[in-house]
């Protein structure tokens, strides 16, 4: 397996973990005992620091909420799905984006759906909040994808050139 592949793999697996984590809270909450809601608590107190978490914008399961809002976990899940469809469309090794252009596609309605949310013009709901996120995760996923795996080659490469044994062959 190419190193492209490899990067992508583990890029692919580590989303796919964090979505685990979104849906593992309110799971391992309802669970009880005192270590799956300890657990719970953990990834509730980590998920925090990215996302409000308001319980009236979050998705339930077992009558506890997700580890963050809806539109966070729309931009999650469907960042997944872009990363997982990616090869379909793209090499791993073409190293393109797409035109930034998209980027408004992506940030435009997810930005507007809040600021008349909070103008008091439009009122901003489940529905919306999960179409616009996950415009947004599947775009992002778009962009952020090939410029990670530029990185992460350019990082193996430059290991490689100053010697380094550990990443000798991998950077093809």
């Known amino acids: ?33 005192a270590g799956g809601r300890t657990f719970a608590e953990a990834l509730y107190l980590g998920f925090s620091r990215i996302c409000h978490q308001l319980d009236g914008r979050s998705l339930h399961l077992f009558g506890a909420k997700f580890g963050v809002c809806v539109r966070c976990t729309s931009i999650y899940f469907s960042f997944f799905l872009g990363l997982l469809l990616y090869p379909f469309f793209r090499s791993l090794d073409s190293g393109s984006i797409p035109n930034v252009r998209w980027l408004l596609v992506a940030v435009f309605p997810m930005a507007a759906d809040a600021a008349l949310n909070d103008l008091g013009i439009h009122r901003s709901d489940e529905l919306t909040r999960v179409v616009t996120g996950s415009v947004a ?24 050139l100053q010697g380094d044994s550990r990443y000798a062959g991998q950077a093809q």
């Open 1 to 33: 397996m190419n190193l492209s592949k490899r990067i992508y793999t583990a890029f692919v697996l580590s989303a796919g973990l964090w979505c685990v984590a979104i849906v593992a809270a309110p799971v391992l909450y309802a669970l009880g005992g």
């Open 137 to 160: 995760g599947f775009i992002f996923a778009l962009f952020i994808l090939p410029l990670f795996l530029e990185a992460l080659k350019q990082l193996f490469i430059r290991r490689n």
